[in-house]
């Protein structure tokens, strides 16, 4: 297993990611929850600094996150830090999907345990023009301060698992839940998650279907590049530095010879040049690390999902 993924289930096809170890059957949020290896809680641990003269004193403003089976300390805190247990997060995400509306297909741990998520299948898909686009929501979690109780939506473009994150203004791409909040307070946020999601998605449709019909000319191309990696639309192609250079002639490849870029019905539009972009930053951006846990993080969390969004953001506000 990759080094960054601890513990890792799937059920059903494999990931688009490629990460994890198979298991029979859809899961509930129980079974997931230990087919994952999350069955695990943290607790929060005193600070004491020694100071040389005066002796050991408790540090009042700090704590440790610590997990009780290995007693691996995850992170400092603030003292009014409370941890969601995965077992808290998991049922909090049941009651958000438990009515029957949503499977779980993934579960897993990144960085020793640090950050936690699990992932489900929203059920119905979404058809683009031939394309088929599951509906997923996605929930993530932190041991160390660095994240709050996070769930997200995640479009995934089937013919080759694609994740399509993006940004909407008319609709919430994602939902944070502070440490800080009780346990009441967090299960009347659960009741409103599942409307946004489903509000995310329709507004999401309507944009995508919009993108597979607006022609994109090849003019057009080099600026949709320049607006995903982030560079000025009047810089010169000539003057960006020679990798950068390849990275987006590799964009502007797969956006022509990408998987499922065949389709007769999205070629020449936004949504083929969108989707071309999408298979670069998932497939082929390069990372410091080439394991594919590395490449999950960064198109969920990182530069990839950045690329995605500013690429998004241009075609949508295209006249």
Same mark, same amino acid.
């Given at each position: ?8 289930? &799937? ?10 170890? *198979? ?11 230990? +087919? +994952? ?14 100071? *040389? ?33 995965? *077992? ?65 939506? #995640? /479009? ?27 346990? /009441? ?11 946004? +999601? ?16 607006? +022609?994109? /000319? ?22 960006? &530095?020679? /990798? ?7 964009? *502007?490849?797969?956006? &022509? ?25 998932? &497939? ?18 990182? #530069? ?16």
């Amino acid at each position: 297993m990759p080094h960054e993924v601890e513990t890792m289930a &799937y059920a059903g096809e494999v990931p688009w990611h490629g990460l994890g170890t *198979k298991v029979k059957g859809l899961m509930t949020v129980h079974e997931a929850l230990a +087919a +994952a290896g999350l069955d695990w809680e943290v607790e929060l641990a005193n600070i004491f600094i020694e100071t *040389k003269g005066v002796g050991v004193g408790l540090v009042e403003q700090w704590k440790a996150v610590r997990r009780l089976t290995d007693r691996k300390v995850f992170g400092i805190v603030g003292a009014k830090y409370e941890p969601i247990q995965n *077992k808290d997060a998991f049922k909090f995400f049941d009651e958000v999907v438990g009515s029957g509306q949503a499977i779980y297909e993934t579960a897993g741990a990144l960085q020793e345990g640090r950050r936690i998520w699990i992932l489900a299948n929203m059920k119905g898909s979404i058809g683009i023009r031939g394309d088929e686009v599951k509906k997923y929501i996605t929930l993530t979690n932190s041991h160390d301060g660095t994240l709050a109780l996070q769930m997200f939506w #995640t /479009p995934i473009r089937v013919v080759c698992m694609n994740t399509l994150r993006m940004a909407l203004s008319g609709a919430r791409e994602s939902f944070y839940c502070r440490h800080t909040l009780n346990a /009441p307070e967090r299960i009347a946020a659960a009741r409103e998650i599942l409307g946004l +999601a489903n509000k995310f998605y329709e507004e999401w449709k309507a944009q995508a279907r919009h993108l597979a019909v607006l +022609a994109l /000319p090849a003019p057009k191309i080099p600026l949709l590049l320049k607006a995903a990696f982030d560079y000025p639309e009047d810089k010169p192609m000539g003057e960006i &530095y020679d /990798p950068m250079r390849v990275q987006m002639d590799k964009a *502007k490849e797969l956006i &022509y010879t990408g998987r499922g870029q065949d389709n007769p019905k999205i070629q020449g539009t936004a949504w083929q040049a969108y989707n071309g972009i999408v298979e670069y930053a998932d &497939y082929y951006r390069p990372y410091r690390s080439e394991a594919p846990d590395a490449r999950l993080r960064g198109a969920w969390f990182g #530069t990839g999902m950045d690329i995605k969004k500013r690429a998004w953001e241009y075609l949508t506000n295209l006249k």
